[in-house]
Protein backbone atom coordinates (compact mmCIF):
# COMPACT_ATOMS: atom_id res chain seq x y z
CA UNK A 1 0.00 0.00 0.00
CA UNK A 2 1.17 3.55 -0.51
CA UNK A 3 2.26 5.68 2.68
CA UNK A 4 3.90 9.23 3.03
CA UNK A 5 5.87 9.86 6.31
CA UNK A 6 6.68 12.92 7.64
CA UNK A 7 8.52 12.20 10.50
CA UNK A 8 8.67 15.97 11.80
CA UNK A 9 5.38 17.36 13.37
CA UNK A 10 7.00 20.75 13.60
CA UNK A 11 10.55 22.36 11.99
CA UNK A 12 11.73 25.54 13.80
CA UNK A 13 14.15 27.56 12.00
CA UNK A 14 15.47 31.29 12.21
CA UNK A 15 14.62 33.63 8.89
CA UNK A 16 17.56 33.03 6.42
CA UNK A 17 19.04 29.92 7.79
CA UNK A 18 17.92 27.37 5.20
CA UNK A 19 15.33 24.89 6.06
CA UNK A 20 14.89 20.92 5.10
CA UNK A 21 11.30 19.68 5.97
CA UNK A 22 11.33 15.98 5.61
CA UNK A 23 9.17 13.14 3.63
CA UNK A 24 9.93 9.32 2.64
CA UNK A 25 7.18 6.91 0.75
CA UNK A 26 6.14 4.14 0.14
CA UNK A 27 4.73 2.86 -3.37
CA UNK A 28 4.50 -0.11 -5.11
CA UNK A 29 4.94 1.33 -8.51
CA UNK A 30 7.00 4.19 -9.92
CA UNK A 31 6.87 7.17 -7.21
CA UNK A 32 5.05 10.48 -8.27
CA UNK A 33 5.68 12.92 -5.45
CA UNK A 34 4.22 16.57 -4.98
CA UNK A 35 4.81 19.37 -2.31
CA UNK A 36 2.12 21.31 -1.28
CA UNK A 37 1.82 24.64 1.32
CA UNK A 38 -0.86 25.35 3.78
CA UNK A 39 -1.62 28.97 5.33
CA UNK A 40 -4.22 29.19 7.52
CA UNK A 41 -7.96 28.83 6.81
CA UNK A 42 -6.45 28.52 2.72
CA UNK A 43 -6.67 25.25 0.93
CA UNK A 44 -3.54 23.50 -0.16
CA UNK A 45 -1.14 25.59 -2.98
CA UNK A 46 1.08 23.16 -4.96
CA UNK A 47 4.84 23.98 -4.97
CA UNK A 48 6.67 21.33 -6.55
CA UNK A 49 6.38 17.63 -8.39
CA UNK A 50 8.77 15.05 -9.28
CA UNK A 51 7.75 12.98 -11.93
CA UNK A 52 10.76 11.61 -14.05
CA UNK A 53 14.41 12.97 -14.74
CA UNK A 54 16.63 15.12 -12.53
CA UNK A 55 16.72 14.20 -8.89
CA UNK A 56 16.57 18.17 -8.22
CA UNK A 57 13.63 19.64 -8.60
CA UNK A 58 13.15 23.53 -8.56
CA UNK A 59 9.44 24.91 -7.53
CA UNK A 60 7.58 27.93 -6.68
CA UNK A 61 8.87 30.77 -3.98
CA UNK A 62 12.50 29.85 -4.22
CA UNK A 63 11.85 26.03 -2.62
CA UNK A 64 13.68 22.85 -4.29
CA UNK A 65 13.20 18.99 -3.67
CA UNK A 66 15.44 16.33 -3.64
CA UNK A 67 14.45 12.57 -4.84
CA UNK A 68 16.12 9.77 -3.97
CA UNK A 69 15.04 6.67 -4.96
CA UNK A 70 17.58 4.67 -2.65
CA UNK A 71 16.46 6.22 0.63
CA UNK A 72 12.61 6.48 -0.73
CA UNK A 73 12.54 10.32 0.08
CA UNK A 74 11.63 13.74 -1.12
CA UNK A 75 12.79 16.07 1.18
CA UNK A 76 12.14 19.60 0.75
CA UNK A 77 14.40 22.41 0.89
CA UNK A 78 15.11 26.07 1.04
CA UNK A 79 18.52 27.95 0.75
CA UNK A 80 17.30 31.12 2.83
CA UNK A 81 14.15 30.95 4.94
CA UNK A 82 11.70 33.79 5.25
CA UNK A 83 9.06 34.58 8.26
CA UNK A 84 6.33 34.47 5.65
CA UNK A 85 7.18 30.57 5.14
CA UNK A 86 5.74 30.01 8.36
CA UNK A 87 2.85 27.51 7.55
CA UNK A 88 1.73 23.83 7.20
CA UNK A 89 3.77 21.79 4.46
CA UNK A 90 2.61 18.32 2.94
CA UNK A 91 4.32 15.83 1.14
CA UNK A 92 1.90 13.54 -1.03
CA UNK A 93 2.52 10.73 -3.28
CA UNK A 94 0.56 8.45 -6.31
CA UNK A 95 1.69 5.58 -8.37
CA UNK A 96 0.85 3.94 -11.66
CA UNK A 97 -1.91 2.42 -10.78
CA UNK A 98 -3.78 5.00 -8.43
CA UNK A 99 -4.96 7.87 -10.99
CA UNK A 100 -5.08 11.29 -9.99
CA UNK A 101 -5.87 10.25 -5.62
CA UNK A 102 -3.26 11.85 -3.70
CA UNK A 103 -2.12 10.24 -0.17
CA UNK A 104 -0.64 12.84 1.39
CA UNK A 105 1.78 12.48 4.95
CA UNK A 106 0.35 13.80 7.95
CA UNK A 107 1.94 17.34 7.62
CA UNK A 108 4.53 19.39 9.17
CA UNK A 109 4.38 22.61 10.69
CA UNK A 110 7.04 25.15 9.29
CA UNK A 111 7.93 28.12 11.81
CA UNK A 112 10.21 31.05 11.02
CA UNK A 113 11.71 33.31 13.15
CA UNK A 114 12.87 36.59 12.84
CA UNK B 1 -7.76 32.13 -14.54
CA UNK B 2 -10.36 31.57 -11.46
CA UNK B 3 -8.82 28.66 -9.38
CA UNK B 4 -10.94 26.56 -7.91
CA UNK B 5 -14.45 27.72 -5.88
CA UNK B 6 -15.79 25.93 -3.26
CA UNK B 7 -19.68 26.46 -2.12
CA UNK B 8 -20.91 27.22 0.44
CA UNK B 9 -17.72 28.54 2.50
CA UNK B 10 -18.79 27.38 5.85
CA UNK B 11 -21.79 25.31 6.89
CA UNK B 12 -22.94 24.06 10.34
CA UNK B 13 -25.32 20.86 10.65
CA UNK B 14 -26.90 19.29 13.06
CA UNK B 15 -26.65 15.22 13.60
CA UNK B 16 -29.02 13.18 11.36
CA UNK B 17 -29.05 15.92 8.34
CA UNK B 18 -27.24 15.48 5.24
CA UNK B 19 -25.35 18.65 3.40
CA UNK B 20 -24.19 18.88 -0.39
CA UNK B 21 -21.05 20.71 -1.20
CA UNK B 22 -20.47 22.45 -4.61
CA UNK B 23 -17.02 22.71 -6.49
CA UNK B 24 -16.41 24.48 -9.69
CA UNK B 25 -12.97 23.79 -11.52
CA UNK B 26 -10.62 25.53 -12.66
CA UNK B 27 -11.98 26.21 -16.85
CA UNK B 28 -10.93 23.70 -18.86
CA UNK B 29 -9.87 21.21 -15.88
CA UNK B 30 -11.90 17.96 -16.37
CA UNK B 31 -10.72 16.26 -13.17
CA UNK B 32 -11.86 16.87 -9.43
CA UNK B 33 -10.83 15.32 -6.38
CA UNK B 34 -12.10 15.65 -3.13
CA UNK B 35 -10.56 15.28 0.08
CA UNK B 36 -11.35 15.18 3.95
CA UNK B 37 -9.18 16.80 6.41
CA UNK B 38 -9.34 17.08 10.14
CA UNK B 39 -6.78 17.19 12.93
CA UNK B 40 -6.68 13.83 13.76
CA UNK B 41 -6.74 11.98 10.37
CA UNK B 42 -5.19 14.69 8.12
CA UNK B 43 -5.97 14.54 4.72
CA UNK B 44 -7.72 11.56 3.58
CA UNK B 45 -9.06 10.93 -0.20
CA UNK B 46 -12.63 10.80 -1.04
CA UNK B 47 -12.92 10.12 -4.88
CA UNK B 48 -12.48 11.50 -8.16
CA UNK B 49 -14.09 12.15 -10.97
CA UNK B 50 -13.49 12.41 -14.83
CA UNK B 51 -15.78 13.26 -17.71
CA UNK B 52 -18.93 12.30 -14.87
CA UNK B 53 -17.40 9.23 -14.12
CA UNK B 54 -16.36 7.99 -10.30
CA UNK B 55 -12.58 7.06 -11.39
CA UNK B 56 -11.10 6.21 -8.33
CA UNK B 57 -13.17 6.09 -4.21
CA UNK B 58 -11.33 6.36 -0.99
CA UNK B 59 -11.83 4.61 2.20
CA UNK B 60 -14.99 6.14 3.11
CA UNK B 61 -18.94 4.87 4.18
CA UNK B 62 -21.53 4.85 1.60
CA UNK B 63 -22.95 7.87 3.39
CA UNK B 64 -20.29 10.02 1.42
CA UNK B 65 -21.17 10.15 -2.53
CA UNK B 66 -20.31 12.95 -5.31
CA UNK B 67 -20.92 13.29 -8.94
CA UNK B 68 -19.96 15.48 -11.78
CA UNK B 69 -21.53 17.60 -14.28
CA UNK B 70 -21.35 17.69 -17.73
CA UNK B 71 -19.56 21.03 -17.28
CA UNK B 72 -16.79 19.40 -15.01
CA UNK B 73 -18.54 21.06 -11.80
CA UNK B 74 -19.01 18.29 -8.79
CA UNK B 75 -21.28 18.19 -5.91
CA UNK B 76 -20.40 15.45 -3.13
CA UNK B 77 -23.29 14.22 -0.23
CA UNK B 78 -22.74 13.45 2.87
CA UNK B 79 -26.20 12.08 4.24
CA UNK B 80 -26.95 11.37 7.60
CA UNK B 81 -24.12 13.36 9.35
CA UNK B 82 -22.64 12.14 12.02
CA UNK B 83 -19.79 14.60 14.57
CA UNK B 84 -16.90 12.88 13.44
CA UNK B 85 -17.86 13.77 9.84
CA UNK B 86 -16.61 17.42 10.77
CA UNK B 87 -14.11 18.30 8.63
CA UNK B 88 -12.46 20.95 6.17
CA UNK B 89 -13.59 19.55 3.01
CA UNK B 90 -11.52 20.38 0.18
CA UNK B 91 -11.88 20.27 -3.87
CA UNK B 92 -9.17 19.85 -6.29
CA UNK B 93 -9.29 20.06 -9.83
CA UNK B 94 -6.70 19.53 -12.76
CA UNK B 95 -6.64 19.07 -16.43
CA UNK B 96 -7.26 15.60 -16.58
CA UNK B 97 -6.94 12.56 -14.70
CA UNK B 98 -3.12 11.47 -15.30
CA UNK B 99 -0.48 10.82 -12.61
CA UNK B 100 1.65 13.37 -13.84
CA UNK B 101 -0.22 16.43 -13.35
CA UNK B 102 -0.83 18.65 -9.85
CA UNK B 103 -3.93 19.02 -8.85
CA UNK B 104 -5.02 22.95 -8.04
CA UNK B 105 -7.32 23.23 -4.59
CA UNK B 106 -9.76 25.49 -3.70
CA UNK B 107 -10.42 26.68 -0.02
CA UNK B 108 -12.29 24.29 1.05
CA UNK B 109 -15.74 24.14 2.77
CA UNK B 110 -15.47 24.10 6.76
CA UNK B 111 -18.77 21.05 8.07
CA UNK B 112 -19.24 21.48 12.16
CA UNK B 113 -21.79 18.54 12.70
CA UNK B 114 -23.62 19.92 16.32
Known amino acids: AQSVAQPEDQVNVAEGNPLTVKCTYS??????LFWYVQYPNRGLQFLLK??????LVKGSYGFEAEFNKSQTSFHLKKPSALVSDSALYFCAVRDDNQGGKLIFGQGTELSVKP | KAGVTQTPRYLIKTRGQQVTLSCSPISGHRSVSWYQQTPGQGLQFLFE???????NKGNFPGRFSGRQFSNSRSEMNVSTLELGDSALYLC?????????????FGPGTRLTVL
Open chain 2, 92 to 104: ASSWDASTYNEQF
Open chain 2, 49 to 55: YFSETQR
Open chain 1, 50 to 55: YITGDN
Open chain 1, 27 to 32: VSGNPY
